[in-house]
C-alpha cells in the first residue's frame, strides 16, 4: 500500500474519531462532514480543518426498534440528530439513557464507543457516539 493511502485511510479513522471537520473563516460557518470550499463565500472562503469540542445539543431523535445488521443486541436505541455547539448538525447514537430522558435541546457530548459488530466480517467498527451531558 502507498504512504499515500495509508495517509488518506489514517485521515479517515482520525475525522471519524475525533469529529474532525472544516470551517470557513471569512464568514465562520462550520461544516462536518468537512467540505472544502464554503456555499456561501465561494472562491473568498477560506477553509480550514477543525475540531469539533464534541459539546452539543439534541435537536431531534427517535428511538430505533428494528435495527439494520449488526444493532440487534442493542435495541431498542436512540438515533439523535445531534446540533454541535459549532453549528453543524451530525447523527449519531446517544448511549447509557432512557429515551424519556432525552427531549429537544437536551446537552449531550461526544464519546467513544463500540459502534457495530459489523455481520459476517466480525469486524468491530468504532466511532463516535454521545451521551447526556449531566
Ligand atoms: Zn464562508
Not at 471569512?26 to 456555499?39: D, L, S, V
Not at 459539546?55 to 444493532?71: C, D, I, L, Q, T
Not at 439523535?80 to 447514537?93: D, F, I, K, M, Y
Request: aromatic fraction near 8%; include cysteine; proline fraction near 6%.
Amino acid at each position: 500500500m502507498a504512504s499515500n493511502s495509508i495517509s488518506l485511510m489514517w485521515r479517515g479513522i482520525q475525522q471519524r474519531y475525533n469529529l474532525i471537520g472544516t470551517k470557513c473563516k471569512t464568514c465562520g460557518q462550520a461544516f462536518f462532514p468537512p467540505r472544502k470550499n464554503c456555499p456561501k463565500c465561494r472562491r473568498k472562503g477560506q477553509i480550514e480543518e477543525l475540531k469539533f469540542s464534541g459539546n452539543g445539543k439534541v435537536f431531534s431523535h427517535s428511538v430505533v426498534h428494528a435495527p439494520p445488521e449488526g444493532f440487534e443486541n442493542q435495541v431498542p436505541y436512540i438515533i439523535s440528530l445531534v446540533e454541535l455547539e459549532e453549528g453543524p448538525l451530525v447523527t449519531a447514537q446517544i448511549v447509557d439513557c432512557e429515551p424519556s430522558e432525552i427531549q429537544i435541546g437536551t446537552k449531550v457530548k461526544k464519546v467513544f464507543r463500540r459502534v457495530s459488530e459489523g455481520g459476517k466480517s466480525g469486524i468491530i467498527n468504532y466511532g463516535y457516539k454521545f451521551v447526556l451531558d449531566r
